[in-house]
């Protein structure tokens, strides 16, 4: 089905609904409202900016990152058992979910198409170095890749390195820079 023809079957399955009174369109605005600006990898840009700026604040991170977003109520679920990986000089992590297409909601938003495509899925697992070429991000040989398959009981969330360049921005101005890609893994941050 093509993305024009499901827009069509469900803005007539919306308006069928409504016209019965099983649906309140009012509350489907809501919920896209909710999606579009308060769920969202902004965020876990949060989470990771504060990671970059307060040691204490990453360590607790990635030891129980569950417990950190439960202070932040961020809306959007998807979290109830949440682990954060953190790249490092000898390290890069990326996240794939292989069963389906699992993953943080609540710091990440909905999952991009690509997430949810069995070539991703089955590829990334056992040649990760040429899928993230494909999403240009080319990392040296002398690093190890690891790849976090999430499920239904955990989802993953890379913490990306800073760029030597950004050091010494506030928070905000460092949560602004911070990529949806760079947090599934398949991007690494670059300071321009
Ligand atoms: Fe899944």
Redesign the pocket.
């Known amino acids: 089905m093509s993305q024009t023809t499901a827009a069509i079957r469900a803005q007539a399955l919306e308006s069928l609904l409504t016209e019965r009174g099983l649906l309140d369109a009012d509350l489907i605005d809501d919920v896209i409202v909710r999606y579009n600006e308060r769920v969202g990898p902004m965020n876990g840009a949060k989470l990771v900016a504060h990671a970059w700026s307060d040691v204490a604040f990453k360590k607790r991170l990635l030891t129980d990152a569950t417990a950190v977003v439960n202070e932040f109520e961020f809306s959007g679920g998807q979290v109830d058992k949440l682990v954060v990986v953190e790249n490092t000089p000898d390290t890069h992590n990326v996240v794939v ?1 292989t ?4 993953y943080p909601w609540a710091v990440l938003g909905l999952p991009p198409k690509w997430y949810k495509d069995p070539a991703y899925r089955s590829r990334v697992v056992r040649e990760p170095r040429s899928v993230l070429a494909e999403f240009g991000t080319f990392i040296s040989t002398e690093k190890k890749i690891r790849v976090w398959d ?3 009981e955990i989802r993953y969330m890379v913490l990306p390195e800073m760029p030597a360049a950004w050091q010494g921005r506030d928070v905000d101005s460092l949560a602004a820079s911070v990529s949806r890609d760079s947090m599934i893994g398949v991007t690494v941050l670059d300071a321009n």
């Open positions: 979910c069963l389906c297409s699992c999430s499920s239904a």
